[in-house]
Every structure is written in structure tokens, then in C-alpha cells.
């Protein structure tokens, strides 16, 4: 537990959650905040207008007096804690300083008494530096300018962007419904896509190839594959290794009570090659229904197919196979895989690796519906029993059998099973021979409470499977995933009842699953959980059980209407192409893709930014992270980041500023930015107290400036107060950033007194808005701003006035461990005295074998850097300017040289420069 505030109640200072009203204006549909420096109650909203001039269109805040008649009023300023007023909760109070320059950006005109202001607001931010910068940014805070996010003002104040912030790929956007569309990869990084299309009127089927940067390679809204009279429909995919696809489909061009299978070939270049319409796979008497597609291992397609030849009460499963020039190689109408009594229906097929094929289906013969599976070899002759070999006849239901080739000529298969009190998921081995490897009736993959439907698999790549499926142990559907081992089939995450893939608000439905061959799989699927109606969201999911992206998944569509029925491939270097169908247009369906890369990125792009939780770490691997927090209290909070290698940086971003800023930053009104070098965390801290930042909804964006590595991002907040005079302990503590206040008092000089487990690297920081611009009315700073950070132990601060602090407990690399600090009155301890120089003190260890740390002193606060050179006067290295307060500090050097290589043994020189002038050297000694 972290200390709470014991004399809350005792201190009307230190007000329950959400205790006051902030920032909210509205004088239109729009929100804006503003005020006007004389006259305090003022009504603003957000405006546009053209010029009569210039025809050009502009937006801004419109202001205007709510109680003078006769005093001028100027100058809007964003932003501010409301007290009360009697203009009720819509109403904007605030008490934003002239003097602090974050407020230069906006542009007043001064009007009468009664009339009206215009603000006017330029352009939308440019990207942050980054990766691509000459100069890493410096750090700022609401009391400095940020002048590299900041090129001619920020976007409108406070107003939130309601558009759809993800640019997605249109597959197909032609007149009235695209049906939900199914994909393959294409061979070369790139992925082909057909479905059935109304726009003539009936149901025809499309296709379309997108390559690996999201271009159309064939014409816009695809190329007809067969337009026939009746409707066609429910195509598959099978790439036929050339660049194009073979693509089968339900065909009733005879009449809507006579359907048939057809196929097509169709090239690299979006030509069909097996004639116009299509071949026929099969005419016979009766339907045939549901094609499905498997290699044969030798260049051709095999299909396979529910047939009601016999009966419509007596279906049963044919297959056919064809070469790659279209000719069929079975018997007219295909060949019986099995004709037993009852109905055989929904089948599965893959290949056998020998020019055969393994198909499985959901088999009526008994009283219940149960799983049968069978083998064709390369001439169509069953090789397995009659009729198919027994998957699982458990008891009660089992149906929608799903099917991967295991990779030695036999099969795995997944199904929804209801044995027990609800629906469940099993799956079953079988070798080439058509044995059953695992347990008779399968192994559960989940059987818990709830129901369990809808798997779907991929090969784990080592002969066994990842299964995912709708999980309904929960108050809503969500996704839940499971390695099952390829020996025996058990179940090799934790825990045994399966891996939340997404356990977010609402229902999560419809996965879709494909093998990543890098290692694992990527998952994608319909998500219910926003207000813009289901969105489609993807998770990548490694071979060790951990998905790899962000909880709950990357969203990859945030547009207004449905998107549902999600197709997933990958693009074989971690990341995936997902497509699917999208009403965001109209009533009528389109088609719509988007791709994300290896680290959960959006390649190019903003994304709707995730909610971070208080005291919640977070990893990512991503490069770009957008968060948001929702701060509530009146206290000091933060936010940080550290990285598991390479450069990362942090920036924080005001109240509705999400969109408003162009890739990569993607927020607008930047309030702050930590952009330290090397190992470690950059933070950020704001001070919530009364008369401050006002608390609400905040932007942050964390992002690898250089290197490789992921990260841990996160956010720290609550009634969280540190006594002075009573120790305070913190065991077992695996966070990254804890942020506490302290009450000081104004004159008295205060000892801090840190200590934390060996191995762990922890420091503690205290921070303070005295003296910032307005009194620090609006207090956002970097890690740097600190006034004092514990040098070794100690560290002494004499408090300039009585107000709330805070104090930063920051872990810079990691290791879990312990820490106390207690806060006395006076220099107590071993604490280092004023410093009465400033000078390069000490070098340790030396002679040293890696990491060095370079001890100094600070008479006066100044920009301070390192340079490290070798015995012939060679830059080796170099510690960027960082701004340091008066008092005794230590900075590290980790050994490394300019390229990230350990520098060689020998001797070096360590300068130190203040304010760009040389103060000291020293002589470290190297050794291996």
C-alpha cells in the first residue's frame, strides 16, 4: 500500500476525487475553453467562417462577455480549474498567467464591452523530430517553449477531433453490399482478396490484390472472377504459387435451387485463365455447397464440398482435384470421400503432402452430430475406413470442425464440443494412417465455464497448433487462445484454461488466425468495445504464451459504423494484413484492409490512443505509443518511460489534444517532453494541486528515439502524501515510477534520507512550481526540472515556500527490490554540504570494467556535458547537455562508445563543460 494523505480531512487543500469542475465551455457543438483576462465569465465555443477576401476557411474560438457592458476586455487564454460561477457548470473561470509563454501562441483582438473575440489558430502540428532528427529535442515544461513541436502555434485549444483518425485501405467501396471477404497471401509480401458482390444486382464474385505498401494491383473495386446470371457466392482462396489464386464458389447461374461449384484461376496479374464464368468442379443432381480448398502438393488445387446428390436429407462430402492448367483428374462430379447415412456437411480439407488430401466434417450418421475425418490419395481412392474414421462421438453435439495439416501427412483438427454443460473446444490428432494420436474423443483445449465456440488454428510450426475462440466465461464474448503440444496434444500456456487475448468492455467476436512464421501468430477480430459502432482489432501472440502487442490488442479501425468478419495473413516478418467487411459508408457493406507491422505499428499513421491505469505498467514494443490518463486527483502525478535498450523519450500533451497533431506525435498543445540520453527513464510530473494543472483527460506519447528494444510505460497518480519526520518503506516494488506529495514548509532546510536494494537502481527526485511562470498555474516538467536528486543517500533542500512538492521515486533499470525514505527537518545524516565550486569531483570505479560513474558539483545551476576521449584525442563518446541545479550530482557514462560498442581497455579523459565552457578532466582507467 502507498501512503495516503492522513489529514485529509483536516486540509481543505486536498479535495476527493474529482471534487471540482475544470475547463468546459460550450457556446456551440463544439467544446472550447477560454477566458478573458478582465472579464473572467465569458461564454466561448469553437466557430468557422470564410473570408470574403481571400475565400479561404478559418476557425476559431468566439467569445463573449457574460456580465460587462462597459469595461474592454482582451486576450484569450485556454484552460483552468472552475471554482463556481453563476453561469453553472458550462461556464469558463480561470486564472491562466499572462506571463507564461505556453500561452503565446494564441492571438487576441481587442474588442467593445459586449462584443465579440476571435481567436485565430494556425495548422496542426508537424512531426516530432524523432529517429530522424539531427538533434535530439531538449527537454522542456509549461515554463519553456517547445520550440521542435511548436512550428507556427498549436492546434485548436482544447478541442477534441471527432474523425475517424485511421486512414484504412479500400478494398472495394463499388454500389450496394461487398459480402465479408476472405484472403491469402500472395507470395510476395503482398495479399489477394475475392467475396461476393451485389453491385450488378446479383451476387457475383471479385477479387483484388493489394501488394505489401497497400496499393491496388488490379483495377479499382477488383476484377470480376465470374459474373454469370443468379448469384455466385461464398468463395475461397488457395494462392497457386504464381502470384494469382485459384478461387472455388458456390454457383447458381442454373437457378437459385440448383447450385454448383465452380473455379477459376486467375493470374498475377488479374487475368482469369480457366475461361469466362469458370469450370465446373461439379453439376450433379441436388446442390453442393460449401467449397473448400487445399494444395495437392503438386502445383494443382484440390476441393472439396458438401453434395446432396442422394438427398437433401442425405448429404454427403465429394472431392476433386485438378492441375494447374484446370484439368480435373477424378471421375466427373468428383469422387466420395463419404456417403453415410444422415447428413454430412460443413467440411474441412488440407493436404496430404502427396498429392492427396485429409479432409474432416461434421458428421449426422448417429444420433448426435459428431466429427468424422478421411484421406484421398493422389488417384482419389479413400485410404482410411469407409466413410471416414471416428474425430470424436462424444456425447451430444459436436460441429464446426476446423483443420491444419500437422506437416507428416496427417491432421489436427478443432471443433465446438457440447459433452459437458455448455459449448467447449476440442481437437484431435490423427497420423497419415488415420490414427488417433491423442486422446479418444479429443483434448479439451477449453473447458471451462461458459461457452466456447468458433476456433479457429494455425500450425504452432513444430507439428503442434495454436488454437483461438470465443470465450463466454465472462459477462461478454472475448478471445482466448491455447498451444496445444504436438505429442499429445496438452496444453502448453498458462494458464491451462487459455491465454486472454482480449478481455476488453462489450463483446469480442468472429478471430481469424494465421501462422506467423517468424515465430507464433497474429490474431485478429471484431470489437464491440467502442461507440462508434464494432471496430476490427489485431494481436500478435508469441510461442512462450504472451501476446506481444497491446493489451487487448491494436485497434486498426476506428471509423463510424460496423466493421466485422475480419481476414487475417501474415506478412512474414512479424506483422499482418487484415481485411474485412465495413459499413462505415452507408447501409451497404464495403471492403476495406489495413496492415500493421511486427511491433503492433500502424506503419505511418496516428491510432486512437489507448488509457493508461495508475500504478499499472505497461510493455510495448511498438516504436510509436500514444496513452492517455485520466487524472482525477489533486495531487502530484506522473508518467515515464524506460527502455529495455535503445533511446526512448517521453512527451505529455494537454487536455483534448488527440488528433490534432500529424504522424508521428498525433497530438496537438504539447505541454512537456523528457528526452534523456542513454539507459534509463524519462519522465514527466505535474503538479493537480488546487490552483494548478487542472485535473482531466491527458495525451502522452512515448516513443524509441534510437536503437532497438521495447519498453515499459507508465502512470502513477493517487491521494498519495509522504509524511515529513516518519519513515517510509516500500517492499517488493517492481514499478517504474512512484509520485508522492510533501508538505515543506517555506525556510527550512530538509534532509532526505533514500536507500534501496542493492542491484536495483533507484533515485529520488523532488520537484516544485515556485517561481514558474504564473505562480505555476499550469506545472508540467521534464525529469531535469528537479531542484534536488539524492547524490548518493542524502540530499538536502531548503524550501523556498510552504506549499505541496513532489517527490519522484524513479527505478532506471528495472531490477525489483525495496526502498525507504525518510524526510527530516534540517542537515541531518551525511549529506553532501553546498557545494563551494563547480567541478569534476570524482570518477568511479577506477580503474573501472564497464558503467562509470562521474561524480560533480554545481556551485550555481547550469547545462552541463561529458566528452570522453582517448590517449590520441579522440572523441569516444559523449553525454549530452543536460541542465543541473545547484549541488553535488552524479551522471554515468555505460562504457559504450559512439557505435553502442564496450570502448577498449585503456586510458581516457572524461571533460566536463558547463554552459558550453570546459570547468574539468579527469583520467579513467579501463580495464577487461
Known amino acids: 500500500m502507498r501512503p495516503a494523505d492522513e489529514n485529509e480531512n483536516s486540509n481543505p487543500q486536498k479535495l476527493p476525487h474529482r471534487a471540482r469542475i475544470h475547463a468546459v465551455a460550450m457556446f456551440s457543438a463544439a467544446s472550447a475553453r477560454a477566458r478573458t483576462d478582465s472579464q473572467p465569465n465569458a461564454l466561448c465555443g469553437l466557430v468557422s467562417w470564410t473570408s470574403s477576401l481571400t475565400a479561404k476557411q478559418f476557425r476559431g474560438l468566439i467569445c463573449k462577455s457574460a456580465t460587462s457592458t462597459s469595461s474592454p476586455q482582451e486576450g484569450v487564454r485556454p484552460l483552468g480549474p472552475v471554482d463556481h460561477s453563476d453561469l453553472g457548470p458550462r461556464a469558463l473561470l480561470s486564472s491562466a498567467p499572462d506571463n507564461d509563454p505556453r500561452y503565446r501562441m494564441f492571438t487576441a483582438v481587442r474588442v467593445r464591452p459586449a462584443a465579440i473575440i476571435f481567436l485565430l489558430l494556425t495548422a496542426s502540428l508537424p512531426p516530432s523530430s524523432g529517429s530522424a532528427a539531427s538533434n535530439k529535442p531538449k527537454d522542456f515544461g509549461t515554463s519553456q517553449t517547445p520550440t521542435h513541436l511548436l512550428h507556427g502555434a498549436a492546434a485548436l485549444a482544447g478541442i477534441q477531433s471527432t474523425a475517424a483518425i485511421i486512414t484504412n485501405i479500400s478494398v472495394c467501396s463499388a454500389a450496394y453490399d461487398q459480402m465479408p471477404p476472405v484472403s491469402i497471401p500472395d507470395g510476395g509480401g503482398g495479399s489477394i482478396l475475392a467475396w461476393a458482390d451485389y453491385r450488378s444486382g446479383n451476387l457475383d464474385i471479385y477479387a483484388q490484390k493489394v501488394d505489401a505498401s497497400g496499393n491496388m494491383m488490379w483495377p479499382i473495386d477488383g476484377v470480376p472472377v465470374c459474373k454469370q446470371t443468379g448469384d455466385q457466392t461464398n468463395p475461397r482462396l488457395l494462392a497457386d504459387g504464381a502470384g494469382g489464386a485459384f478461387i472455388v464458389w458456390e454457383d447458381a447461374r ?81 469422387v466420395a470421400m463419404c456417403t453415410a447415412t444422415g447428413i454430412q456437411q460443413d467440411p474441412t480439407v488440407v493436404t496430404d503432402g502427396q498429392g492427396g488430401a485429409v479432409a474432416a466434417w461434421r458428421d449426422a450418421r448417429g444420433a448426435d452430430a459428431d466429427v468424422y475425418a478421411q484421406r484421398v490419395n493422389e488417384q482419389g481412392i479413400a485410404q482410411w475406413t469407409v466413410n471416414g474414421v471416428v474425430v470424436s462421438t462424444a456425447v451430444n453435439d459436436q460441429t464446426s470442425p476446423r483443420a491444419i495439416a500437422d506437416g507428416s501427412g496427417g491432421v489436427i483438427i478443432a471443433w465446438t464440443d457440447q459433452r459437458g454443460a455448455d459449448q467447449d473446444v476440442y481437437a484431435q490428432r490423427l497420423t497419415n494412417v488415420g490414427a488417433a494420436l491423442w486422446a479418444a474423443n479429443g483434448v479439451a483445449v477449453c473447458a471451462t465455464t461458459g461457452n466456447q465456440k468458433n476456433a479457429r488454428l494455425c500450425s504452432d510450426g513444430s507439428g503442434g497448433a495454436i488454437v483461438v475462440w470465443e470465450d463466454g466465461r465472462g459477462a461478454n464474448a472475448d478471445i482466448y487462445a491455447q498451444r496445444l503440444a504436438a505429442a499429445n496434444g496438452a496444453t502448453q500456456w498458462l494458464p491451462a484454461t487459455g491465454l486472454a487475448v482480449c478481455t476488453a468492455a462489450t463483446d469480442q467476436l468472429a478471430p481469424a488466425i494465421a501462422l506467423d512464421p517468424t515465430g507464433g501468430a497474429v490474431v485478429a477480430w471484431s470489437d464491440a468495445r467502442n461507440s462508434t459502432g464494432t471496430d476490427i482489432y489485431s494481436q500478435r501472440l508469441q510461442l512462450g504464451g504472451t501476446v506481444l502487442w497491446t493489451a487487448n490488442g491494436v485497434r486498426l479501425c476506428d471509423a463510424n459504423g460496423n466493421q466485422d468478419q475480419p481476414a487475417v495473413i501474415a506478412d512474414g516478418n512479424g506483422g499482418a494484413s487484415v481485411s474485412w467487411r465495413d459499413y462505415r459508408n452507408s447501409a451497404y457493406s ?146 517504474l515510477l512512484d509520485v508522492y506529495d510533501i508538505p515543506l514548509t517555506a525556510g527550512i532546510t ?179
Open 254 to 334: 442454373v437457378s437459385l435451387t440448383d447450385v454448383n461449384i465452380y473455379i477459376q484461376r486467375i493470374s498475377a496479374q488479374g487475368v482469369p485463365l480457366w475461361g469466362a464464368g469458370g469450370l465446373a468442379v461439379c453439376t450433379a443432381a441436388g446442390n453442393q455447397r460449401q467449397p473448400v480448398l487445399s494444395p495437392n502438393g503438386l502445383g494443382g488445387v484440390l476441393v472439396a464440398w458438401t453434395d446432396e446428390r442422394a438427398s437433401a436429407a442425405s448429404a454427403d462430402i465429394y472431392v476433386q482435384r485438378y492441375t494447374a492448367a484446370g484439368a480435373p483428374q477424378w471421375a466427373a462430379n468428383g
Open 750 to 928: 530538509y534532509t532526505f534520507d533514500f536507500s534501496h536494494s542493492a542491484g536495483s537502481d533507484m533515485k529520488c527526485l523532488l520537484f516544485t512550481s515556485y517561481n514558474a511562470p504564473g505562480g505555476g498555474y499550469y506545472y508540467v516538467a521534464p525529469r531535469s526540472a528537479r531542484v534536488m536528486e539524492t547524490p548518493g543517500r542524502y540530499g538536502t533542500y531548503t524550501a523556498p515556500s510552504t506549499e505541496y512538492y513532489g517527490v519522484a521515486i524513479v527505478n532506471d533499470n528495472g531490477v525489483s527490490g525495496d526502498y525507504s525514505l525518510t524526510v527530516r527537518t534540517g542537515v541531518t545524516g551525511v549529506g553532501d554540504p553546498e557545494p563551494a565550486a563547480t567541478r569534476l569531483m570524482s570518477l568511479s570505479p577506477n580503474p573501472g570494467r564497464g558503467p562509470v560513474e562521474i561524480r560533480f558539483s554545481m556551485r550555481q545551476p547550469g547545462n552541463v556535458s561529458f566528452q570522453i576521449f582517448d590517449m590520441a584525442g579522440r572523441a569516444v563518446a559523449k553525454i549530452p547537455e543536460t541542465r543541473w541545479q545547484q549541488g553535488t550530482w552524479s551522471a554515468h557514462w555505460d562504457g559504450l562508445d559512439a557505435h553502442g560498442h564496450p570502448a577498449s581497455a585503456g586510458i581516457y579523459f572524461v571533460q566536463m563543460n558547463v554552459n558550453d565552457q570546459r570547468i574539468g578532466l579527469g583520467r579513467l582507467a579501463l580495464v577487461h
Open 590 to 735: 464495403d471492403l476495406y484492409a489495413q496492415r500493421v507491422d511486427a511491433t503492433g505499428q500502424i506503419p505511418d499513421q496516428c491510432v486512437p490512443p489507448d488509457t493508461l491505469s495508475s500504478n499499472v505498467p505497461i510493455s510495448t514494443v511498438a516504436t510509436q505509443n500514444w496513452r492517455t490518463f485520466d487524472e482525477g486527483w489533486f495531487y502530484w502525478a506522473g508518467v515515464a518511460v524506460r527502455g529495455t535498450s535503445g533511446d526512448w523519450d517521453i512527451e505529455q500533451f494537454d487536455q483534448g489534444s488527440t488528433g490534432l497533431g500529424s504522424y508521428p506525435t498525433c497530438f496537438g498543445l504539447p505541454l512537456a517532453g523528457s528526452y534523456g540520453a542513454g539507459p534509463g527513464a524519462d519522465f514527466l510530473i505535474a503538479n493537480f494541486n488546487d490552483n494548478h494543472t487542472p485535473p482531466g483527460v491527458f495525451g502522452v506519447r512515448a516513443y524509441r528515439y534510437s536503437g532497438t528494444g521495447g519498453a515499459t510505460i507508465e502512470w502513477d497518480s493517487g491521494p498519495d502524501q509522504l509524511p515529513v519526520g516518519t519513515p517510509f518503506v516500500q517492499n517488493g516494488w517492481a514499478g
